[in-house]
């Protein structure tokens, strides 16, 4: 089992992203996709969770309205859009397999996934 984020790097506050997460070694239709972030001192947390049948959970109210998160079966990958940034975004975000095909209902952890990405940066500074 492998995942890959890519699409991150440096971008100005207001800006947009669209993160890509790579799934290899495994029938992605069958299982539920998170998306975490760790910002420097700050514990990792759950910001999404798409599910197989495209239903999407978002954990974190700061990016309500901001962040959505989709997949591509086809191409066993899953999109994080990230809209109109803010330097608080900044992060080191992580794609990662949940344990199942659907998603936690609320407070997304950790421990409801198996398989992580080896994580990639985003900042957003002007």
């Known amino acids: 089992v492998q995942l890959v984020e890519s699409g991150g790097g440096l971008v100005q506050p207001g800006g947009s992203l669209r993160l890509s997460c790579a799934a290899s070694g495994f029938t992605l239709d069958y299982y539920a996709i998170a998306w975490f972030r760790q910002a420097p001192g700050k514990e990792r947390e759950g910001i999404s969770c798409?599910?197989?049948?495209?239903?999407?959970?978002i954990y974190v109210d700061s990016v309500k309205g901001r962040f959505t998160a989709s997949r591509d079966n086809t191409k066993n990958t899953v999109y994080l859009q990230m809209n109109n940034l803010s330097p608080e975004d900044t992060a080191v975000y992580y794609c990662?397999?949940?344990?199942?095909?659907?998603?936690?209902?609320?407070?997304?952890?950790?421990?409801?996934?198996?398989?992580w990405g080896r994580g990639i940066q985003v900042t957003v500074s002007s």
């Open positions: 798409i599910d197989i049948v495209d239903d999407t959970t």
């Open positions: 990662a397999r949940d344990r199942g095909p659907y998603c936690s209902a609320s407070n997304y952890n950790t421990g409801d996934v198996d398989y």
